[in-house]
């Protein structure tokens, strides 16, 4: 069974979001990492980067599988997670900690109404 | 319904990850297709093949008659030897490859799940002489032991001595009174043992297995890795790389095709293919800079579109993407580099022979 943590919102592309002041750290979910497993390479936005909520920013490969990685808000990413690039395996080991994969300076805090509440993701992921 | 193989409730145990494969429910991976991959090539690995179809021809004529559905020498084979080969449409396309065994009084073809009914039908229908073509699959299990330390951990269930089968033989003995076939066999490129047992005492085996392999850290394997592993070996896959579209010349099957035995369906085709020379061939390449490859992807070179990808995956022992797909001649060249479309394009190279040269068996 996926871990669904507390304290993040989700999104249906199965990221996370978690919100610290006016930034805004986003990641796969534990369900999302567990079916895609053995992810081998990582490419979220460039640091610099301007998204738009919901625009297809990246991608991720497993040895099997391979997903877009869609942003969950709009704004400037202000950081990634260097460590995740180097080692795309610290995402199967820990989707919601270490396996964070980047920051982004919110432009819209509204926004985050949209997403999901850990009930509402795990009623999405029941279904599949 | 999905089948369950004898196994089932094993990797159940192990908890498996179950899919549905070719009508069967499957492990696809236990703790990893990474990890699992490392298991087979460093220590040892067990693999549910139970899917895997057996058809058995008996009846005095079965050798004359397996060399004239199949492509490689029947002839050749000794007594308990084990041979690579393919069934061929009458216009050369690949029925299926598939393993035939020459035992003592059975030849026993090992083949492809997915083509189980498929290829029993076929050989039914293309009978000749006096043989019995019975498939038994649904009474077998099968289960592969693969990796370097195969061998001392199953000659710990065995008294008869198993460095004196060699590889692509075979022996039918006994397993703690258990009737077997033991073959030297695998599709992993390690070392590695396939047997074959009657259902009802495979759970049996595999807790013998798993037993004997305690201390070496045996583990589990799905078919996740399964295919990583057959790959980084460049083994075609049916369904893939090779099917009723392709002949075995293009796929570089040559060698399993004995063009100078007697008649065989699909010679005719294959003589003239040769004459007429080949147009595409299937070819081996690895990942340059970065990116995965994935099957379908288009090949190109420049703008011009020369083939497309039958297999890609990412490699776990080079740490890079390596796929197989047909290209148009003269692109097959080692060394010659092209682009594979992903999303973004990836530049890859033709290379020689399997991915990962290694292999405790080859």
Redesign the interface.
């Known amino acids: 069974m996926a871990n669904i943590i507390d304290g993040v919102k989700y999104t249906k592309e199965h990221e996370w979001v978690k919100v610290e002041d006016d930034i805004a750290v986003e990641g796969l979910t534990d369900y999302a990492q567990s079916e895609l ?2 992810i ?2 990582v490419e979220p936005p460039a640091k610099g980067r301007t998204v738009k909520a919901g625009e297809a920013v990246g ?1 991720i ?4 599988a ?1 997903a877009d990685l869609y942003a969950a808000l709009s704004g400037d990413v202000v950081e990634i997670n260097e460590k995740v690039i180097a080692d795309p ?1 610290i995402i ?1 080991k820990d989707p919601y900690g270490e396996g964070w994969l980047y920051k982004i300076k919110m432009a819209d805090p509204e926004e985050l109404t949209n997403l999901l509440t850990p009930d509402q993701y795990k009623e999405l992921i029941a279904k599949h | 319904m999905p089948k369950k193989t004898p196994f089932y409730e094993k990797i159940k145990e192990h908890n498996g990850k179950i899919v549905e494969f070719a009508g069967f429910l499957m492990p696809v ?1 236990f703790e ?3 990890p699992e991959h490392l298991t087979v090539r460093t220590t040892v690995g067990v693999f549910d093949v139970s899917h895997m179809g057996e058809i058995e021809i008996r009846g005095k004529d079965r050798i004359v008659f397996t060399n004239y559905i199949t492509t490689n020498n029947v002839e050749k084979l000794a007594l308990n030897q084990v041979q690579y080969s393919a069934m061929l449409y009458p216009d050369a396309g690949i029925v299926d490859d598939l393993l035939v065994y020459n035992l003592e009084d059975r030849i026993l073809l090992v083949v492809n799940a997915a083509n189980t009914d498929k290829d029993h039908n076929w050989i039914v229908e293309n009978k000749k002489f006096d043989v019995d073509i019975v498939n038994v699959s649904d009474n077998i299990g099968q289960v592969a032991i693969q990796g370097p330390r195969s061998e001392p951990v199953m000659q710990k269930l065995f008294d008869i001595d198993l460095s004196q089968i060699q590889f692509y033989w075979a022996t039918e003995t006994q397993l703690n009174e258990i009737p077997v076939v033991l073959s030297r066999t695998g599709y992993t490129g390690e070392d590695g043992f396939e047997v074959y047992v009657d259902r009802t005492n495979a759970p049996k085996v595999w807790d013998m297995v798993f037993e004997a392999g305690k201390d070496v850290g045996i583990k589990p394997i799905g078919l ?1 890795a399964r ?2 592993l057959r790959f980084e070996m460049r083994y075609c896959l049916y369904g893939n790389d090779i099917d009723k579209t392709t002949n075995p010349l293009e796929a570089g099957l040559g060698w399993i095709v004995k063009l100078d035995k007697d008649d065989f369906i699909g010679k005719e085709s294959l003589l003239k293919i040769k004459e007429e020379g080949l147009k595409r061939k299937l070819v081996g390449f690895e990942v340059i800079n ?3 490859p ?1 099957p379908h992807m288009d090949i190109y070179i420049d703008d011009q579109k020369i083939g497309a990808a039958t297999s890609g ?2 490699a ?1 022992s080079l740490k890079k993407g390596i796929g197989l797909g047909y290209v148009a001649l003269p692109y097959d060249k080692v060394g010659t580099r092209f682009k594979v479309a992903g ?1 973004n394009p990836i530049d890859v190279e033709v290379t020689k022979g399997p991915f990962y040269k290694h292999g405790t068996r080859k």
């Open positions: 497993s053995d081998v390479m991608t490969e497993a040895v099997k391979v395996s199967n | 991976q990893g297709i990474i996740g295919d990583t970065k990116g995965i994935r995956t990412f776990p999303k």
